[in-house]
């Protein structure tokens, strides 16, 4: 959804080299915290499952990551994680050099999505994913006819959301299984070719004054409404 009124890649591919090995500085968080990220080194002596990462067996591993990935090695996260990945994915247009992308990356990691396109600039501002790129599928296509035929070839139904007029109440909607669900740039949302290409568009109910609500928001509520409709409780 596009915020209004003046308010203010390349895929992942599942392998972990030396680069991203402990102890990991970017995914650490505030050294200032009351209580410390992650765990510190383990006791020996370690365990000998080959999805664990001797150095952050030695070094300790304070990633930000859920205490089941604790001393996993990047490559296996991601392949655990592919082992379990919903059947929907996410798209945003990506003509501006949009900085709500990489809050949208941190989302569809979190909600488990099949992948993220980026449509339109291949650069994007990563700061706002928290280094969840790592984990997360991300592709690029260069317009929205790329997009269409992507989703031919791979089975995804077009599902756009934005408050345009004629727009369906998100609330109400039988999301597919199968979907694909695209945001516009954040202000001027989504592009002409976006809107003719999508089967369907829907949009959040709101209460307040303003116009619209800003697009990682967006995202995050129709990626939960796609997780109430069609995914279990988590492992």
């Known amino acids: 959804m596009p915020i209004r009124d003046g308010e203010g890649g390349s895929t992942l591919v599942a392998g972990a080299t030396t680069a ?9 968080l ?4 009351a209580e410390p990220v992650g765990v510190g080194p383990h ?35 991601v392949a655990d994680l592919d082992a379990r990945r919903h ?11 949009d900085l709500n992308i990489g809050s949208v990356v941190r989302t569809a990691n979190a909600f488990l999505a099949a992948e993220v396109i980026i449509v339109g600039r291949r650069r994007w501002n ?42 369906l109440p998100l609330e109400t909607a039988a999301l597919p299984e199968r979907a694909m669900l695209l945001f516009g740039q954040e202000g001027p949302g989504l592009s002409p ?35 109430r409709q069609h995914a279990g409780p988590p492992d």
């Open 126 to 167: 990563r700061r706002g994913a928290m280094v969840t790129d790592r984990y997360q599928h991300v592709r690029h296509v260069p317009n929205v006819g790329e997009l269409v035929g992507l989703c031919s070839v791979d089975g995804y139904e077009l599902v756009a959301v934005d408050n345009l007029p004629g727009s």
């Open 43 to 77: 006791p020996r002596p370690w365990p000998s499952d080959p999805w664990l990462d001797p150095e952050l067996l030695a070094a300790g591993d304070r990633r930000n990551v859920v205490d089941r990935y604790r001393y996993w090695r990047l490559d296996a996260i």
């Open 87 to 97: 059947r929907y994915a996410i798209a945003i247009e990506n003509w501006q050099h």
């Open 30 to 33: 505030d050294d200032s915290a």
């Open 20 to 28: 991203h090995r402990a102890p990991y500085p970017a995914e650490v």
């Open 193 to 227: 070719p976006a809107r003719r290409a999508a089967v369907a568009t829907y949009s959040i109910v709101q209460y307040g004054s303003t116009r619209s609500i800003n697009a990682a928001v967006a995202a995050g509520i129709a990626m939960h409404t796609w997780i």
